[in-house]
């Protein structure tokens, strides 16, 4: 029975992730070929707010060429969709089906259209033929940008209910699924002339919106363990009414098809999408407390990603599906590299989650946040000067369209070397905590080599990290040929914890490679380790070329944060000082029982008879 149930959970699994990728992955193809364009805009209203486009002028837009100007509004009445087959409703749903009055349609599109002038009169017919847009390298960029964004976000969210099944994997997924930064003309153009298509799905729509965000509310209720505290239960009983209310607004929002005004009932979704962020934030930071160090880090991280991502996301559909940004006086367009950014800091949301959900224990949250703050202050100088110049890329490189995704890798990997190359040497001119930690056991390493026995190399071992970094356990268990052996008293394990390890273990062959490797919860628990806190995150061999002379054990940061690369670095260099160290010993206790056993022998030599 157990195993039916997950076979349904993972076929629905795959049809929802291939439907959600189905809507944005075409839209890769605008990276290479462009749509094609109407040149105007209208909100669900009908009324005409723009009638430019993603044309450079206004006299270049077809939109505007046929005579429509700012004001006009569109005849809902009369292009109604009562009879989807009828080609009025079809250019409408042009407009207005799906894209948000995005003005994209296919190429060679022709859209007949009821239009009330804006100066009053009777309503007249337009044609308007679309025209194929010309994009900028910047434009471009954007939309891969965004379209990367947007399928790592859906795969990485069907990954986690993969491997890990349940209520809070289930409802990020279904969040993940509609609230992304994917982008749909591609599939929208599609279905524009397939009314019946496009009318179911836009009402399948309504529905992911809905379970989107009850999704999320259930996740954040039981995120990170997966459980609802009593405190919380009342809450998931309210989450059918959250769901059936956002449906509905957002079927009412549809009403503009069908000959309704609905652009009131848009902006009210979009604010009613901010309250369910704002109770979410609030639930989480309620939820902190009485939480184990350890999951109050993982917390943490879906915390900042939720104060990031959300609002970023929530701005950035604005922008692009509403008219709420006419309102703020002397704006009169939206960059399209603002969105891109604001859609980037929502990928950043996903990210912390999926991290938060997939790993037992994570780092501090401030590391990944100094990260991105050095990477946006790196991007932004050069951004401010180079705005105009990559528009103008095209007109000074003769390439062809996909010689684009070639540089744009180029410059991708360029961007990461330097950001790591930022990310460091900002630690170590900023970061006082960092460089504390890194002068500390810098001389640890220095004392370990002068260390004149093995117990004291094995106490500098777990000692001094766990000073330095305040770990919540340490413990060096030594090789005697056979295994592993927990000699030198440990810091934070008990009596009745392990004594010895094989080194056959799965869990602890990774040693062979020298270098520091996680241990998890599921090993830890089945070697015997310490549980809770004091639980091993991180097995740090020390050895030299020849021999792996010991195992050092460390458990996390007492605030329940996992040791970061960086840390794990500092903490491999002094293993391997220690393994000189190791060597030193032996070779000076071997060195004096060589002269004991030189001096026995000469002693005997006198001894001889007739010596």
């Given at each position: 029975m157990q195993k039916g149930r997950v076979l349904i959970g993972r076929i629905v699994l795959a049809a929802v992730t291939f439907w959600a990728l189905l809507m944005i992955v075409p839209d890769f193809h605008r990276v290479i070929q462009p749509l094609a364009s109407t040149g105007f805009a209208a909100d669900n209203d009908g009324l005409i707010y723009d009638v430019t486009g993603p044309f450079p002028q206004e006299a270049d837009s077809p939109a505007s060429q046929a005579g429509l100007r700012v004001g006009d509004r569109l005849d809902l009445p009369a292009m109604h969709c009562g009879n989807p087959e009828n080609q009025r409703c079809i250019d409408l749903l042009a407009v207005l089906g799906g894209l948000g009055g995005a003005q994209l349609v296919r190429p060679g599109r022709v859209l007949?259209?009821?239009?009330?002038?804006?100066?009053?009169?009777?309503?007249?017919?337009?044609?308007?033929?679309?025209?194929?847009?010309?994009?900028?390298?910047?434009?471009?960029?954007?939309?891969l940008f965004d379209e990367v964004i947007a399928t790592l976000f859906i795969l990485a969210a069907a990954w986690l209910v993969w491997t890990r099944p349940g209520g809070m994997t289930w409802g990020f997924f279904l969040y993940a699924v509609w609230f992304n930064s994917g982008q749909n003309f591609v599939f929208y153009t599609f279905l524009q002339e397939r009314p019946h298509l496009l009318l179911a799905q836009e009402a399948a729509g309504a529905v992911l919106q809905g379970l989107g965000y009850a999704g999320f509310l259930l996740f954040v209720l039981r995120v990170p363990s997966d459980r609802t505290f009593p405190a919380w239960r009342g809450w998931q009983f309210a989450l059918p009414l959250v769901a059936l209310l956002f449906i509905g607004l957002q079927l009412l929002s549809y009403g503009s098809a069908f000959g309704q005004p609905s652009e009131t009932v848009s902006r009210a979704t979009f604010l009613a999408g901010f309250a369910v962020d704002a109770a979410a934030i609030l639930i989480l930071l309620r939820r902190r407390r009485g939480q184990p160090p350890q999951e109050y880090q993982r917390l943490r991280w879906v915390i900042w990603g939720c104060v990031i991502g959300l609002p970023a996301f929530i701005v950035a559909a604005i922008l692009q599906s509403t008219t709420l940004w006419r309102l703020v006086p002397g704006v009169t367009s939206v960059p399209p590299e603002l969105v891109a950014a604001l859609y980037g800091l929502h990928g950043l949301f996903g990210w912390f989650v999926f991290e938060a959900v997939r790993r037992p224990h994570v780092v501090s949250v401030s590391i990944p946040l100094r990260r991105i703050s050095v990477f946006g202050l790196m991007l932004s100088v050069p951004a401010l000067f180079l705005h105009q110049q990559i528009e103008h890329l095209d007109e000074w490189l003769d390439l062809p369209p996909w010689s684009f995704v070639v540089l744009g890798s180029v410059l991708i990997f360029l961007i990461g070397r330097i950001h790591?190359?930022?990310?460091?040497?900002?630690?170590?001119?900023?970061?006082?905590?960092?460089?504390?930690?890194?002068?500390?056991?810098?001389?640890?390493?220095?004392?370990?080599?002068?260390?004149?026995?093995?117990?004291?190399?094995?106490?500098?071992?777990?000692?001094?990290?766990?000073?330095?970094?305040?770990?919540?356990?340490?413990?060096?268990?030594?090789?005697?040929?056979?295994?592993?052996?927990?000699?030198?008293?440990?810091?934070?394990w008990g009596d009745g914890n392990a004594e010895r390890l094989d080194p056959d273990d799965t869990s602890i062959s990774m040693a062979r490679s020298g270098l520091p490797f996680p241990i998890h919860p599921a090993d830890a628990l089945r070697l015997g380790l310490p549980m809770g806190l004091a639980s091993p995150t991180v097995a740090v061999p020390v050895r030299d070329r020849l021999t792996c002379h010991a195992l050092a054990l460390y458990g996390p940061h007492a605030t329940g944060a996992d040791l970061s690369r960086d840390e794990q670095a500092m903490l491999a260099r002094l293993a391997e000082a220690a393994a000189l160290a190791y060597r030193h010993v032996e070779a000076d206790a071997l060195r004096r029982q060589v002269a004991t056993l030189r001096t026995q022998t000469v002693g005997l030599s006198f001894d001889t008879p007739g010596g």
């Open positions: 007949r259209l009821q239009i009330v002038p804006a100066a009053g009169g009777a309503a007249r017919v337009v044609d308007v033929a679309a025209k194929p847009i010309q994009t900028t390298w910047l434009e471009r960029g954007v939309l790591e190359l930022g990310v460091e040497l900002a630690d170590r001119v900023f970061h006082r905590a960092f460089r504390r930690e890194l002068a500390a056991l810098r001389a640890a390493t220095e004392d370990v080599l002068h260390a004149t026995s093995i117990d004291a190399v094995d106490r500098t071992l777990t000692v001094a990290p766990t000073r330095t970094l305040d770990l919540a356990s340490a413990a060096v268990f030594r090789c005697d040929g056979v295994a592993f052996r927990r000699r030198a008293e440990a810091i934070g």
